[in-house]
């Protein structure tokens, strides 16, 4: 049996030396590779992503997973859920028709390349073909991969196990129901504070030393964790000692990269204390995409746009840029950070009514996957319920349903994860707090205690105990919605004095 | 037949993609990957490595290489050239131990960390075990690699074919014969100009603008070719569509970078011009070492410090950098950009003493492969033939023997090539002196068609043909060093008026 534990590492080290490149290639497309590399790049991923495929679904792996499954008695822990999690993927994985899963993948490889030149024309009708096709074949997958499941839960188990529609059904009611009304409310009042002096250039090499100060407040080792410059921001971690967080400077808009830089250094700090036991191991990373994003959420939201923070921010805000905030007082730039308003762009979507864009993309998906919603009505469907939600005219697809690069890149059921997440971070906060007092701890000009608490109860363990496990241990049992509407419903009615 | 070259050019896809990422991966950790990702990226990297060693070294290869080299007539000029140098590479990889491979791999890649931490500390005493042991292992890798030739020549021959000491031996001979009372001459004479106005500070952010003009006056397409930042500038190219060219800024030295990006952009010229037709293939690079040095040094040293390209530089400076240049006339930025002046660091050295700095190198590795000089006593040899060819002091082993990573990175025989290459570019300079009036085309503010005459001759045909039939095509014949060395008389006996 020894002899099979050695021969199974070696084929993960193969593995994992082979997803890092992957990860590396797909970093560096995003933020170093000329354009013209781009079809050259899209190739070598080709390949290397079925030679990854072959070492995630072969006879000989299958067989050591089987040998080492019937003894797992004998096995460390580590290995023991490693064999447990490989097994479950292969069996996943090889109900794929190995041609499919190659469609699949050439398919979103290219999906996302005529969405790029989609969104720049602000043209549906040229993405969607692919659109059709992508939905078929997320359907045709979530069949072979889930057999007996409902295609859309299938969906959301694949990036967030335990999410479903009979958990989100009742959850985006309570949010719509109580929600809708607070951002009715906010809209009607006439309290929004006049941040427009923050559009003022703010020059990037200056933004770039604020980033400096988040990571160093959120007490992020740059040894560990370095910035690049995306379009859209997004955090990917090779392993806890080589983590890329990502952002992206508007001069005209410094608190945009500021609260980037909050939420993706949230995912990093996930990623930076997963167990040092776990390095190397296909565990060694967060446990779910909902988990993770509570973290990102809970870092951005309640921790950076708090009062506390924003009074240590605003003297380093001073001496950067002093021409920029000589009218703007510390008030104004916590109201500016809290501003709540509704709009069009998720991406730059306020705290308050994030959850209902994320609604129309949950009900859209749903249906979509159900086949009660067309491919061609998808534009028509997505204006109308911009309309119903959030009262916002949707002048072109390009604002509109081409917004996000998630349904070309093949992500049907991701985006129900941002939500949950930040649900989960109202009651993860709402745990801390009874120990730690947080707003005293960020005004002291850091989170390590709270750093602490989340890693002894989440980070640590990667995905060593399983999301439910991890899920009860940091939300202190059942996930409760309450505490987000709660929670969301106290902030802006204190805001803006509704 | 046409069953296996479809099965061969599978496989060469497959190592294609590999190799790109390896690339991918080594430049990532040269410019972007945070200092604690570098344990973790060197796993990676050596896994990958053994990976790619199985795809170039096997039986399924070699049959089909054999079967392909047996129906040659059949094949295409391109797929019958691949197999040619595929079998001579296979044949020379498969007489080498796999152990041994391995071994040497790991060796280099341990050894390359021990330098880096050596040089920090001037400490040769901590790098001598590796030196000893990479010598030992060179020494090993070229018997098994060349059998029956001398090792020093197996190694010349493994970075640039048709090198060897037969043909370096008179080539130095006759670069000290008459380079050297030269640079006697300069130091004697009494003539440097005072360019110290040239060490004020130049803001990086100014420093980038002058990049991308020398990048436009070489017409290198930014969508092809970006700048990456790192210590020691390189050239990387993952295909002609992803060039990566590097630099690095010093503020105090400002024409480092210049001069730089013109070198580094004449290598980069090179692969961006290699024949469509070659895409993909193992054909699609520079044939030898020396060919590409000689294009990088033609565009630094013949074009870009010739006083057409000062006379194009001088406006855009003063306008970038209005205060720092306020002393500075034309004629003195020409000067300061061909100052000649022995010392000690070989990536900082001109023109003039530059081959003096590679005859030492030369002169070290032929003796420590002979075994006619000791690990031990080299530091000392070191200093001595500085101060007998160049006249300098070495202070410490980190500005001596410590200086270059090329020894630690198992690159013994490497240098060579830059002089060889320094050399070719005088005589290519020659040769197309005889069809173009390159000063007149490069006062017109670009230098195409010199690169037109360099792509026919030689930049399109990558290996297509041998490094033989490619040096005479852009020599225009026999390799004749008088070139070099009549050159570089002339131009610094007029310079400092000797």
């Known amino acids: 049996m020894q002899d099979t534990v050695k021969k199974y590492k070696q084929l993960i080290k193969k593995r994992a030396a082979l997803g890092h490149a992957m990860g590396v290639l797909s970093y560096d497309s995003e933020t170093v590779m000329p354009k013209n590399g781009a079809p050259h790049m899209a190739e070598s991923m080709a390949t290397l992503s079925e030679e990854l495929y072959r070492l995630r679904v072969n006879d000989e792996l299958r067989d050591m997973l089987n040998e080492l499954e019937a003894n797992k008695a004998e096995l460390d822990p580590v290995t023991r859920r490693e064999v447990e999690l490989e097994l479950k993927e292969l069996k996943k994985l090889e109900r794929v028709p190995v041609e499919e899963y190659s469609a699949f993948d050439r398919l979103i490889s290219e999906a996302s390349i005529v969405w790029r030149e989609a969104k720049r024309n602000s043209d549906y009708q040229l993405f969607k073909p692919y659109m059709k096709r992508i939905v078929a074949a997320s359907k045709a997958m979530a069949g072979y991969m889930y057999p007996g499941k409902p295609a859309y839960d299938a969906l959301l188990e694949e990036f967030s196990e335990g999410l479903s529609m009979d958990m989100l059904e009742p959850f985006f009611k309570d949010v719509k129901a109580k929600l809708v009304p607070v951002i009715h409310a906010v809209c009607e009042c006439g309290r929004q504070a006049d941040d427009s002096k923050l559009t003022l250039p703010f020059p990037i090499e200056g933004q770039r030393r604020l980033s400096s100060f988040v990571m160093d407040f959120l007490g992020i080792d740059t040894n560990s964790c370095v910035i690049g410059e995306v379009e859209h921001p997004f955090t990917t971690a090779f392993n ?259």
């Open 240 to 498: 806890k000692h080589d983590i890329r967080l990502t952002t992206h400077y508007h001069e005209e808009d410094v608190l945009s990269n500021l609260l980037s830089v909050a939420h993706e250094g949230g995912h990093c700090l996930y990623e930076l204390n997963i167990g040092d036991e776990l390095i190397g191991s296909p565990l060694a990373s967060g446990a779910t995409m909902a988990l993770h994003e509570s973290q990102s959420r809970l870092f951005e939201n309640m921790i950076c746009r708090s009062p506390e923070f924003i009074a240590l921010l605003y003297p380093r805000m001073k001496e950067i840029f002093p021409l920029q905030m000589q009218d703007i007082s510390e008030e104004l730039l916590f109201r500016a950070a809290n501003r709540a308003e509704p709009s069009l762009i998720r991406t730059e979507a306020d705290e308050l009514t994030y959850p209902l864009h994320i609604m129309v993309r949950y009900e859209i998906e749903k249906q979509l996957i159900a086949g009660t919603l067309s491919v061609e009505d998808l534009p028509e469907a997505w204006n109308s319920m911009y309309k119903e939600y959030l009262g916002v005219d949707v002048p072109d697809d390009k604002a509109g349903v081409l917004q996000d690069s998630h349904w070309a890149g093949g992500m049907i059921g991701y985006f129900p994860s941002y939500c949950v997440g930040s649900a989960y971070s109202a009651q993860i906060y709402h745990n801390i707090a009874k120990e730690i007092d947080i707003p005293a701890t960020v005004a002291q000009g850091g989170v390590k205690p709270i750093v602490e608490w989340l890693t002894d109860r989440l980070y640590r363990f990667g995905k060593l105990k399983t999301p439910e496990e991890l899920s009860r241990s940091v939300l202190c049992g059942e996930f409760d919605p309450d505490y987000y509407t709660d929670y969301l419903t106290k902030k802006f009615t204190e805001l803006y004095k509704l």
